[in-house]
T-cell receptor, first 114, second 114 residues
């Protein structure tokens, strides 16, 4: 079983729809939870990060973390064609001498249709 | 402009050859990382470096080598011992590797074995 599970999709929705992306994880030591967006043939860029449980909102994006269920979500409101990309969840945990390591989900490929 | 550059963008290798991927950053970051991305598997950590002249193995270091002679540079060599090197390689950097710090990614190098 992978430490972080993410449905790879692909997910296709019409413009203006609310998109829900999710990841589950097994390691209770994870402390920071991140969502990265990756356009085709580009490097990932950080969208949002959350520490521990709770919600965080940034414009059309909302990140939720439920540590009791080991489940994180990213919601995109009023989705736009420019949101079409692969979305990667990532989580961090220490791996010796206080160092932090990122563990990534497989990524979900999202297409927003005009 | 501060950022991370990777070269070349595309690289072709014959069986049995070693190749070196370049990564340079001008963000004055101490920590640098190399990841490999395969379809459906997310990003996996190859090597990381916390400081000049020091580096540590990640989850999939076999068949790879790195050096960190300068703060700005963290080249990755894919050796002939790497059995399946065809992949998208991403370099990243962060202020430090201890505690949470955003990792910034380069644009990637796509390596294909002929």
């Amino acid at each position: 079983q992978k430490e972080v599970e993410q449905d790879p999709g692909p997910l296709s929705v019409p413009e203006g729809a609310i998109v829900s992306l999710n990841c589950t994880y097994s390691n209770s030591a994870f402390q920071y939870f991140m969502w990265y967006r990756q356009y085709s043939r580009k490097g990932p860029e950080l969208l949002m990060y959350t520490y521990s449980s709770g919600n965080k909102e940034d414009g059309r994006f909302t990140a939720q973390v439920d540590k009791s269920s080991k489940y994180i979500s990213l919601f995109i409101r009023d989705s736009q064609p420019s949101d079409s990309a692969t979305y990667l969840c990532a989580m961090s945990a220490s791996f010796g001498q206080g160092a932090q390591k990122l563990v990534f989900g497989q990524g979900t490929r999202l297409t927003i249709n005009p | 402009d501060g950022g991370i550059t990777q070269s070349p963008k595309y690289l072709f290798r014959k069986e049995g050859q070693n190749v070196t991927l370049s990564c340079e950053q001008n963000l004055n970051h101490d920590a640098m990382y190399w990841y490999r991305q395969d379809p459906g598997q997310g990003l996996r950590l190859i090597y990381y470096s916390q400081i000049v002249n020091d580096f540590q193995k990640g989850d999939i270091a076999e068949g790879y080598s790195v050096s960190r002679e300068k703060k700005e540079s963290f080249p990755l060599t894919v050796t002939s011992a790497q059995k399946n090197p065809t992949a998208f390689y991403l370099c990243a950097s962060s202020k430090t590797v201890t505690s949470y710090n955003e990792q910034f990614f380069g644009p990637g190098t796509r390596l294909t074995v002929l």
